[in-house]
């Protein structure tokens, strides 16, 4: 019922930025809390950000903590994944997600209702 659509990966060295972008079509974005996840070839999805339905809460995990930056617009109904500093371990398909459940933001991929087509990125070294 809920289509995301993941844009923004691409190629780049150690040490760039990209910008991930995740638009929603529901109109009730803003009762939903989004997450970022991520699938390396071979490894299982993990969780890498999420943030609250207002936006006022975020969480990281610890491996992107201080380089990535969660954050959403509601009136674009677009969540946002600023990545700086990225590294070779970074490399994955970045897939975002919504829940209309969990408000202030879940870091459990099984608490997520609705799944983008995700978005590869890959950094060399």
């Known amino acids: 019922q809920v289509q995301l659509v993941e844009s923004g990966g691409g190629l780049v060295q150690a040490g760039a930025s990209l910008r991930l972008s995740c638009v929603a079509s529901g109109r009730t974005f803003g009762s939903y809390a989004m997450g970022w996840f991520r699938q390396a070839p071979g490894k299982e999805r993990t969780f890498v950000a999420t943030?609250?339905?207002?936006?006022?809460?975020?969480y990281y995990a610890d491996s992107v903590k201080g380089r990535f930056t969660i954050s959403r617009d509601n009136a674009k109904n677009t969540v946002y994944l600023q990545m700086n500093g990225l590294k070779p371990e970074d490399t994955a398909v970045y897939y975002c997600a919504a829940t209309p459940t969990y408000l202030s933001g879940t870091d459990s991929g099984k608490l997520y209702d609705y799944w983008g087509q995700g978005t590869q990125v890959t950094v060399s070294s």
């Open positions: 943030i609250s339905w207002n936006g006022g809460g975020t």
